[in-house]
Nanobody, 116 residues
């Protein structure tokens, strides 16, 4: 059974940093690309960043480039999202995602709240 567990969210002041973690189990982690998404209240879920199975290729939402960094450690079956210079508009629930064929797997999400 595939399970993704996010952690590391919390309340932070604008300009601060957080590091989110996504721990995977029940999956051959290194076989799959991984992505982070976020969903703010009243808005659609949006892609934040993605990373290839090897970690050698990353992509970011244009608005987040330079502030967020995605990484992974396949031996630990864990991925991270380092978020710097946080803004109130980054407030959202953050989810990690792995797609196996046509099946999407999501964690329960971790809340990030940025105060002004």
């Amino acid at each position: 059974q595939v399970q993704l567990v996010e952690s590391g969210g919390g309340l932070v002041q604008a300009g601060g940093s957080l590091r989110l973690s996504c721990a995977a189990s029940g999956i051959i982690f290194w076989l799959y690309d991984l992505a982070w998404y976020r969903q703010a209240p009243g808005k659609q879920r949006e892609l934040v960043a993605s990373i290839s199975r090897s970690g050698g290729s990353t992509n970011y939402a244009d608005s987040l480039k330079g502030r967020f960094t995605i990484s992974r450690d396949n031996a630990k079956k864990t991925a991270w999202l380092q978020m710097n210079s946080l803004k109130p508009e980054d407030t959202a629930v953050y989810y990690c995602n792995i797609r196996l064929g046509s099946q999407d797997y999501w964690g329960q999400g971790t809340q990030v709240t940025v105060s002004s």
